[in-house]
């Protein structure tokens, strides 16, 4: 079944490539099914391609801590939340905050 999901989510992306949501929701998927490599990548590039998609720096965050890569993950709320500055999210910023100091804290 959660395989399916992904081949539904690709299949939409080929009608709407490079859409955001899209990818972000076969990072998740991935990130489900435990392959956290795939999905950190997705992440990443998405983050790349627009640094403004806050969403996608938690998500990412978590992805990494997952692999154990928890100064990576601390630093990518560090950069999500300045990128929150610029977007004027004082909600987000809260959220990758308090993660970054459960990560340091871990």
């Given at each position: ?47 790349r391609e627009d640094p403004k998609h806050l969403a996608c720096y938690y998500q990412l965050a978590l992805v990494l801590a997952g692999l154990g890569r928890t ?36």
């Amino acid at each position: 079944m959660p395989a399916e999901r992904i081949l539904e989510l690709q299949a939409m992306l080929a009608d709407a490539p490079g859409d955001p949501l899209l990818r972000q929701a076969i990072a998740m998927e991935k990130k489900r099914n435990g392959e956290l490599e795939s999905a950190a990548a997705i992440l990443e590039d998405l983050l790349r391609e627009d640094p403004k998609h806050l969403a996608c720096y938690y998500q990412l965050a978590l992805v990494l801590a997952g692999l154990g890569r928890t100064a990576d993950a601390a630093e990518t709320c560090r950069a999500g939340a300045l990128q929150c500055l610029v977007t004027g999210d004082g909600k987000a910023r809260a959220e990758l905050l308090a993660l970054k100091r459960a990560l340091q804290q871990a």
